[in-house]
């Protein structure tokens, strides 16, 4: 059964400071990953997408990475600010197949 | 590019009514598009997926004469929640995906709807 697992479930930071989340999945064939971000009452939008042979990719202060071996994802956000306070979604899509399957998400909330 | 829009954005109806959400893409052509229910602090939980032309195939558990799809055209489809309950609140969300453009899902802002 395709699945994908994030962590941690919330996380409160400074702003200024750096935070990583993480997503493990078990999808298979990969095909690719996708970093959201949701705003609260907004829809996902999309921050990164890496596919297998990618192992880094950056969108400003974002930047994903992937080790297709252990099938793991990170997130880092860099010198957080107040408007990163988000929900962060990680969304692995499967070879042959057009439905992804969605992690719970991070809730990160940036403090002042 | 890839812009999804969702008309109403909020919407406040009585129990025992239906209501129409419609999701559109405005600059690409969408053969498939993706229903989503999320409730507060949870993640996206696909309800059905359309293409068009076609009937939509709904995930387990949903009810496909409560929430009836429509997908006629390929830049709009319709979600219509029918006979709506107090427990059918939630935050709506779609998405489509372009033609031909591989499997990447543009979002829609979402749907506040609320039953009262």
């Known amino acids: 059964k395709n699945q994908v697992e994030q962590s941690p479930q919330s996380l409160i930071i400074l702003e200024g400071k750096n935070c990583t989340l993480q997503?493990?999945?078990?999808?298979?064939?990969?095909?690719?990953l996708r970093w959201y971000k949701q705003d609260t009452g907004r829809g996902p939008v999309s921050l990164t997408i890496?596919?297998?042979?990618?192992n880094t990719k950056s969108n400003g202060r974002y930047t994903a990475t992937l080790d297709a071996d252990t099938k793991q994802s990170s997130l880092h956000i860099t010198a957080s600010q107040l408007s990163d306070s988000a929900s962060y979604i990680c969304?692995?899509?499967?070879?042959?197949?057009?439905?992804?399957?969605f992690g719970r998400g991070t809730s990160l909330i940036v403090h002042p | 590019g890839a812009v999804v829009s969702q008309h109403p954005s909020r919407v406040i109806c009585k129990s025992g009514t239906s209501v129409k959400i419609e999701c559109r893409s405005l600059?690409?052509?969408?053969?498939?598009m993706f229903w989503y229910r999320q409730f507060p602090k949870q993640s996206l939980m696909l309800m059905a997926t359309s293409n068009e032309g076609s009937k939509a195939t709904y995930e387990q558990g949903v009810e496909k004469d409560k929430f009836l799809i429509n997908h006629a055209s390929l830049t709009l489809s319709t979600l219509t929640v029918t006979s709506a309950h107090p427990e059918d609140s939630s935050f709506y969300i779609c998405?489509?995906?372009?033609?031909?453009?591989?499997?990447?899902?543009?979002f829609g802002p979402g749907t506040r709807l609320t039953v009262t």
């Open positions: 998405s489509a995906q372009r033609a031909g453009g591989g499997n990447e899902q543009y």
């Open positions: 600059d690409f052509q969408a053969t498939t």
């Open positions: 997503c493990n999945y078990t999808v298979s064939p990969f095909s690719n």
């Open positions: 890496m596919t297998f042979s990618e």
């Open positions: 969304v692995v899509s499967a070879g042959g197949s057009y439905i992804p399957t």
